[in-house]
């Protein structure tokens, strides 16, 4: 048996498993509104399904067609976008948002306030601090309708601090640790540990 409190809205469609506990004025299943100029997919043909187990805080919202896998844990004020997955046993931080089509694996965490934008992957056991931001967009919203879009890669395990921020189409590898406040514009090798504006290794510092 599921909990759920006050003003918590369930959409058609969508599926929640037992014991998950939803917190006061929770949306689950909304339908994305895009603005004129979005880039943002037509809505998923998907099925909402929130697992066995998950929390959905309080004043979270879920958009039509996402995943929250069993044990995942959204944040008070946290969004998951249209089609994207929560794996299971992940938490996403207070106020943090989940673009469309992301894939959030297993046991990852996201800090308060993060941002993952659309179309992520951050695979199993990934830490992703307060204040990240990731992003997609090489022009700054001025995307031709034939552009792609250019979202990062967060490879196994690795670690990026507070406030770092994560450019378009780029790659941090397994193991790696992305140092709070750093400039990521290019890969970074699997276990390399970087830091500062742009983001570099400790001896390329030098």
Known sequence: M??????????????VAPDVVIGRGAV????????????????SPRRTEIGAGATIGTLAVIHAGARIA???VVGD???????AVLGPGAVLGVGAAVGANAMIG???AVGAHAWVTSHTVVEDDVVIGPG???MNDTTAGRLSKS?????PVLRRACRVGACALVGPGTEVGEGAHVA?????MRDVAAGTRVEGIPARAGDERR
């Open 77 to 83: 004020r946290a969004s998951v976008g249209a089609g």
């Open 147 to 151: 552009d792609a879009l250019a979202p």
């Open 180 to 184: 709070p406040g750093a400039l990521v």
């Open 70 to 72: 069993a044990g995942a």
């Open 2 to 15: 599921s909990a759920a409190g006050d003003g918590v809205t369930i959409h058609d469609g969508a599926v």
């Open 106 to 108: 297993a046991r990852v």
């Open 28 to 43: 689950i299943g909304k339908p994305p509104v895009s603005g004129r100029a979005s880039r943002a997919p037509a809505p």
């Open 132 to 134: 990240v931001v990731t």
